[in-house]
């Protein structure tokens, strides 16, 4: 089945870049997305990126998308304390019957050290 | 002010008794998904609905329970026969199934 992967835990220091990676295995993936989690809060939509672009840059965030190895990125440029939270990479892909599902990677914990 | 709203957003239930986790959207989407957050494991999903009156199971829907009778709502019963349901629950909408999903606040359920 689909799979999403993501290292657990990423330590930067304030005013660093910051690089969450990510690989997926679902080659028919459309579209792909980065959601941010504070402590006790829901999931809020970073950025999206579609299949046939390579890059993606909003303000502080680039992402990149490799779809050869399946592999993307997010870029944090000049990491604040206020970006340390849980990012999740995840895919949406056909699950059938006219239905689509989003998959998740566990999460990396991102800790902005002052 | 449109949003996916969730309440409540912390709920203590005794072990063997169902309980029932609320949804409302007003952003006029269609598809609504509930999810359950356990740390370290990710979200996993436990039903979707992508339209009026039907819905359908995700990877984890045994013990809960749903239903969609209001484009507005889609509230979650977690009942007697989930067997560790203490979890982090959280609700959300996309405007198109192959869409952006938005998440509500969440709800923590504590069973004691």
């Known amino acids: 089945g689909e799979d999403v992967e993501q290292s657990l835990f990423l330590s930067v220091r304030e005013g660093d870049s910051s690089v969450i990676n990510c690989t997926y295995t679902d080659s028919s993936s459309t579209y792909l997305y980065w959601y941010k989690q504070e402590p006790g809060a829901g999931l809020q939509l970073l950025t999206y990126?579609?299949?046939?672009?390579d890059m993606k840059q909003d303000q502080r965030l680039t992402v990149l998308l490799n779809k050869k190895d399946k592999h993307l990125s997010l870029r944090i440029a000049d990491t604040q304390t206020g970006d340390s939270a849980i990012y999740f990479c995840?895919?949406?892909?056909?699950?059938?019957?006219?239905?689509?599902?989003?998959?998740f990677g566990k999460g990396t914990k991102l800790s902005v050290i002052p | 002010d449109g949003g996916i709203t969730q309440s409540p957003k912390y709920l203590f239930r005794k072990e063997g008794q169902n309980v029932t986790l609320s949804c409302e959207q007003n952003?006029?989407?269609?598809?609504m998904y509930w999810y359950r957050q356990d740390p370290g494991q990710g979200l996993r999903l436990i039903y979707y609905s992508q339209i009026v009156n039907d819905f359908q199971k995700g990877d984890i829907a045994e013990g809960y329970s749903v239903s969609r009778e209001k484009k507005e709502s889609f509230p979650l019963t977690v009942t007697s026969a989930q067997k560790n349901p203490t979890a982090f629950y959280l609700c959300?909408?996309?405007?198109?199934?192959?869409?952006?999903?938005?998440f509500g606040p969440g709800t923590r359920l504590t069973v004691l």
């Open positions: 959300a909408s996309s405007p198109d199934r192959g869409n952006e999903q938005f």
């Open positions: 990126i579609f299949s046939n672009m």
């Open positions: 995840a895919e949406i892909h056909y699950s059938g019957a006219g239905s689509y599902q989003l998959t």
């Open positions: 952003l006029n989407h269609d598809a």
